[in-house]
């Protein structure tokens, strides 16, 4: 702990190269001139001096407030009507439609005893055909 002391100590006289402490000590280099006279500016007056801008608004409170509304209402329009959309989509294709009506088809013929699959897709007695000339 005294050593601990001891370097703090050194790093804060400025000792430069080696320390008044242990061996293992560093003093770390300093800034550069001028910079301890100047303390770091808060985040608040920095960003009062340079603000960024989303092209919302010119004052800078509005703008992030504007930018904020504008990205939450938007991506969640976009997840939630395009969900819906897709889930409300009508059939592509007629794909489930197809299905239904093949399943009725099979149920009814089924019913009826013949056989699911015929080779004939019309029933040829009720086709008029064209002479054979």
């Given at each position: 702990m005294?050593?601990l ?11 430069r ?29 920095a960003?009062?001096k ?5 092209g919302?608004s010119?004052e ?12 939450f ?20 294709g007629?794909?489930q ?26 029933d ?10």
């Open positions: 005294a050593a002391r001891r370097t703090l100590r050194a790093l804060q006289a400025g000792a190269g080696r320390s008044a402490g242990t061996p293992g000590a560093v003093a770390l280099p300093r800034g550069p001139l001028g910079a301890d006279a100047h303390e770091e500016e808060p985040m608040a007056v960003q009062r340079n603000p960024d801008y989303h919302f010119a800078p409170d509005v703008d992030v407030l504007n930018m904020r509304a504008v990205f209402t938007g991506i969640s329009v976009a997840i939630v009507l395009g969900s819906v959309f897709l889930h409300y989509m009508p059939d592509y007629l794909q439609w197809a299905r239904r009506e093949a399943e009725l088809q099979v149920v009814e013929r089924e019913r009826r005893g013949l056989p699911l699959l015929d080779s004939n897709y019309y040829p007695a009720r086709l008029t055909l064209p002479p054979p000339e």
